[in-house]
């Protein structure tokens, strides 16, 4: 009999691809809500960052628990928790904002499992004896999927709400469609790699040791929060500044802005797998060189409220995004051992996502501070964190295979 027709790792891809989908599809709803519900835009921006509060728990329990009892069952819960997540979201017309913030902390956990275990097990499934890829293209192949999701979720979600019947509910539910022919994938077209128990209690697994090293605290941590604050400012902060501007055509504008910025971030990847160097720090620093580059331009945004500049800042963060969270895990795929992968890259992921609940302490402070003055000082900051990374540039290497 043969073996399944989808390659393992693509059947994971595509359960990390719909989760991907699940999470970002909201994005562009963020002035539907507005605009149709009457949501205040701190309200809607602590809705985009709630699932920050789902995710940071699914990515650091959910890694140790697939260390315990397998990746499938994990990606599995996974796919479940994005499916009911978005039909509550489609329910927020009638549940308010408990159900959508409910249904966000939901797809925030399955995002946690998607880039906890789903980008672990798709590296695991890149490499020999499953497949003879080239080295770090488990890496890539996780990014570029999840990457994918992120970006196709909000322009489906930015087409349906401006043209089909529905608006604040038909996108929830194709999503939720979607993940039934992905969990059949996981289920069926899978190999687990996790195949012996892992001894021990589960608070001791959660315990990950490449956290500390100083590779990662050096030069890995003050890039993390730069990989989705970079796209938070992109999609979430630089289309509200502009928005006054485009009238009618602001939910389209949101969408294919998201989109641009993923895309730019997806097309970047393979030079980040050239820029990458096992000697230095080179890549991290190129796109924390990028993301200093891409906040001071959504200044420029800020003051002329000019949507062609908000055009320049999401091709600049999302070329920065995609050599960021590149170049991060294959650092960490450097400085874990086996056993800690899935761990270290639910740290990397948590610290990664903190950068997505900016547009709600910027939104927060937008009452007493103007946005061109927050976002220099972020860009200040940014810059430091590039100092940072680049003072590490060849130290605390681990030693070469």
Same mark, same amino acid.
């Given at each position: 009999m043969s073996r399944a027709r989808v390659k393992p790792w693509l059947a994971v891809a595509a359960g990390v691809f719909c989760i991907g989908w699940g999470g970002n599809q909201f994005t562009p709803m963020l002035i539907e809500y507005v605009h149709r519900a009457g949501y205040s835009r701190v309200d809607v921006d602590v809705l985009l960052g709630?699932?920050?509060? !789902?995710?940071?728990?699914?990515?650091?329990?959910?890694?140790?628990?697939?260390?315990?009892?397998?990746?499938?069952?994990?990606?599995v819960a996974g796919l479940i928790s994005?499916?009911? !997540?978005?039909?509550?979201?489609?329910?927020?017309?009638?549940?308010? @904002?408990?159900?959508? @913030? &409910?249904?966000?902390l939901l797809c925030g956990l399955s995002v946690g499992v998607a880039m906890a275990v789903g980008s672990t097990w798709i590296a695991e499934l890149s490499a020999p004896p499953y497949d003879t890829a080239a080295t770090g293209a488990g890496a890539r192949?996780?990014?570029?999927?999840?990457?994918?999701?992120?970006?196709i979720g909000p322009l489906c979600s930015g087409l349906l709400a401006q043209f089909a019947p529905l608006p604040l509910t038909l996108t929830y539910l194709v999503q939720a469609a979607l993940?039934?022919?992905?969990?059949?994938?996981?289920?069926?077209q899978t190999v687990e790699t996790r195949g012996a128990r892992v001894s021990g209690d589960l608070l001791s697994q959660l315990r990950v040791p490449a956290a500390t090293h100083r590779r990662f605290v050096r030069v890995v941590a003050p890039m993390a929060p730069w990989v989705f604050g970079s796209a938070a400012i992109a999609y979430a902060i630089v289309p509200a500044l502009v928005a006054d501007r485009l009238g009618s055509w602001a939910l389209l504008y949101t969408a294919g802005l998201t989109v641009l910025t993923l895309a730019c971030g997806v097309l970047v990847q393979p030079v980040a797998r050239r820029l990458d160097d096992h000697s230095s720090a080179r890549a991290v620093v190129v796109s924390?060189?990028?993301?200093?580059?891409?906040?001071?331009a959504a200044v420029a945004t800020a003051v002329t409220r000019s949507?062609? &500049?908000?055009?320049?800042?999401?091709?600049?963060?999302g070329s920065a995004y995609g050599i960021a969270i590149v170049s991060g895990l294959l650092e960490i795929q450097r400085i874990a051992?086996?056993?800690?992968?899935?761990?270290?890259?639910?740290?990397?992921?948590?610290l990664a996502y903190v950068g997505f609940l900016l547009p709600a302490v910027l939104a927060a402070l937008a009452h007493y501070v103007s946005y061109p003055a927050m976002?220099?000082?972020?860009?200040?900051?940014?810059?430091?964190?590039?100092?940072?990374?680049?003072?590490?540039?060849?130290?605390?290497?681990?030693?070469?295979?």
């Open positions: 709630a699932y920050v509060l !789902g995710l940071i728990p699914g990515l650091l329990v959910a890694a140790a628990m697939s260390n315990r009892y397998g990746r499938r069952p994990l990606m994005s499916a009911l !997540g978005s039909l509550i979201l489609a329910t927020g017309e009638l549940g308010g @904002f408990p159900a959508l @913030f &409910i249904g966000r192949r996780a990014s570029i999927w999840l990457s994918l999701g992120l970006a993940c039934v022919p992905a969990l059949w994938l996981v289920l069926t924390m060189v990028l993301m200093s580059a891409g906040v001071f949507p062609a &500049i908000a055009v320049l800042v999401a091709m600049l963060l051992k086996p056993h800690e992968l899935a761990g270290v890259s639910g740290v990397y992921y948590s976002l220099t000082v972020v860009g200040l900051l940014a810059a430091v964190c590039t100092v940072i990374c680049a003072a590490g540039w060849s130290k605390h290497l681990p030693a070469r295979a």
